[in-house]
């Protein structure tokens, strides 16, 4: 029996009614909101003749009966459980709209719930707690359900947008008389009357407005999270007003029953090193037995790039890697990385304006050696967040100039050279040395075996706009790194071809291959998402094709607490069924026998979303166990640090590079870095 005491954040309820009748018109109209036709109810499409039918793709309605009972259409709730949803969203928009300082919905989607922080309060904004109120139909339970969701503190401005002056895309949403709207959105009058519209905080607002920009931090977040939601239920919806809305039955929430609770297998958390031995913490592993693969070539040559003023630095930094220092033996005793210094290619800029200049000058007739295998230490006066925009260019494009050169990289922030802590920065940078050299830090304790496991990401990078980058990262099923791709994603479809180009390869290398494994980060529109699975769906089906798509639940989604631990937070590697192939899984570092430390941080489960190109594939409990142990396993492979990372690396990747990629010239990736890990 589980020591644990879990519960989720769910509400059950009953139908108020089982059934129901609506005005349902064809056309849009104010006060009527879409229903799709796939929620439609097949004796209300036959109210159509064939012809208007085949061009019908939505219906509308303002969840109310019309006067003249003829043109009302009764629903059956379980029959069509969308458009029951849809309803108890209406339901509960109309109870909270008088109740709370704010509200967004637009009666199809989840209500979002704004009360005002006095505690976030001050003379520039006014804090606002926000919750979620997520209706699903027995998704979990055999009932329908509300899933409460606490998004944490939002603050809106209290200078009008006429009052702040800035350029008006960095309005996102605003407050108008009371409603939260896109500013691009606004009621027609509000342009008429922008001295009353108030935006929303966020990240570049907080200059224009002189204020400086201090992030939310919390330490607890899985009790503030419990907090909050258990005073919403007390306040708001465990009241016989809300329950006469909406009959909730759970007495609190709802709680995981025996049995239902799962586990990735005990040896998930153990990673191979040099002379593969096993151990579960990177750190003592690497120190210990060394790197599970060094890399292959045997002469490993460091140059050193820095400003004229930062020679002291760039000595300090040599004595920190020779182990000359107190605190960190060097990277050859701890990662066994042999090296000596190029120093007839170091490089000494003179100007801060003129780096990328200064670099391409010196390898416009640098001699390197064709035998030896190159990276370089930069120590850099800007980091990966410089706000300035030409310095902060100048920081990317030495790294793509050096790519140019088959010389990978390593960024050392130049302002940290004298923290107390310094010396904690060396593991985790012989580890991504060790990688970026084309070695294998560690892998995982798996056998290797004839499958794919392709990491597809496509993110949106704030800082330029509205493009993507997307990529397809191929690994082996030990965690081998094989390559990947980049490419602009707002054309999908070269996206698309990236990876069934990478299925293709596989397939080609494998032809006795076992399947195919997709992990999938979808942060896209179904608009972006259709070409990209078009191509996947082009590959022949002689092997299986399994999907993965994992998302991150920091918001709006469900949460697993466990009662019986003070932080709350369950078991690594606890995982639950959540209904449509659709799993919750903690990834932490919380084990029976050992605390997280303070600085690993509480991160909330990833969810993941299960499909498959052949029927049946999925359906089996142990296929399902074994892929939840990959992409489990996947997270230990974060080869940037000596701790264990909660998001598995076949997504975290991706991610990275749509990062660093946008402020590349062109876009553009050298080939050399396209099999090399200089993202770390």
Known sequence: MSSQKLILNVLQFSHPVTKKSFHFIAEKKEGYYPIKKEEIPEHLLNKYPVERRAKLYKLYTNFQEDADPILNTEIDFEISPGIAKHYYNYLIYNYFKDKVDLIKSNFIHDNEIWITHTKSDNENYTGYSVFTIKVQIAKITQTPELVISYEGISKIAKKSVTEIGCDTKLYNWVVYEGSLYKYDSLPDEAYYKLENVYPKMRYELYAPLGVEFKPNKDDDKYNTYLKNIKGLFTKFLNTDEFKAVIPITSKSYISVQEGEEKHTSDEMNTLIFGGDKPWEDPYEGVKEYGPCTLPTSKHIKFIFIYHKDDEPKYKLLKQWLQGEKKGFKGITTYARLLFSEDTANNIVFNSLDTIIDEVRDHFFDAKLDEDSRYIAFYITPFGSDEKDPIHKLQYYLVKQ????????????????????????????????????????????????????????????????????????????????????????????????????????????????????????????????????????????????????????????????????????????????????????????????????????????????????????????????????????????????????????????????????????????????????????
């Open 401 to 680: 100039e050096l790519l140019r050169h088959r010389v990978t990289s390593q960024a050392m922030d130049s302002n940290k050279f004298y923290q107390y802590n310094f010396n904690f920065f060396f593991p985790p940078i012989s580890v991504a040395t060790i990688a970026k050299l084309g070695g294998v830090p560690w892998r995982l304790k798996r056998d290797p075996d004839k499958e794919l496991i392709v990491g597809v990401g496509a993110f949106k990078n704030q800082e330029i706009g509205q493009r993507f980058i997307g990529s397809a990262f191929c690994f082996s099923n030990d965690g081998h790194f094989k390559g990947f791709e980049c490419l602009p994603a707002n054309q999908p479809d070269l996206l698309g071809g990236s990876i069934a180009k990478a299925i293709r390869t596989f397939k080609a290398k494998n032809e006795k291959a076992e399947r195919l494994i997709i992990h999938f980060y979808k942060s896209m529109s179904y608009a972006e998402l259709k070409p990209i699975e078009d191509e996947i769906k082009k590959i022949e089906d002689d092997i299986p094709v399994i999907i993965i798509t994992i998302n991150k639940t920091e918001s709006k989604d469900l949460v697993i607490f466990d009662t019986a631990y003070n932080k709350l937070m369950p078991l690594s590697g606890t995982y639950l069924s959540i209904g449509d192939d659709e799993y919750l899984l903690c990834n932490n570092t919380r084990y029976p026998k050992k605390e997280p430390r303070a600085t690993d941080g509480l991160p909330f489960p990833i969810k993941l979303k299960f499909s498959a190109n052949k029927e049946g594939i999925i359906d089996n409990t142990e296929t399902i166990k074994e892929l939840i142990d990959q992409v489990y396993q996947f997270s230990r492979m974060y080869w940037k640090s000596v701790r264990q990372n909660g998001i598995p690396v076949t997504i975290l990747y991706p991610e990275m590079v749509a990062q660093k990629v946008p402020f590349f010239e062109n876009m553009d990736v050298p080939p050399f870095g396209l099999d090399n890990l200089w993202f770390l």
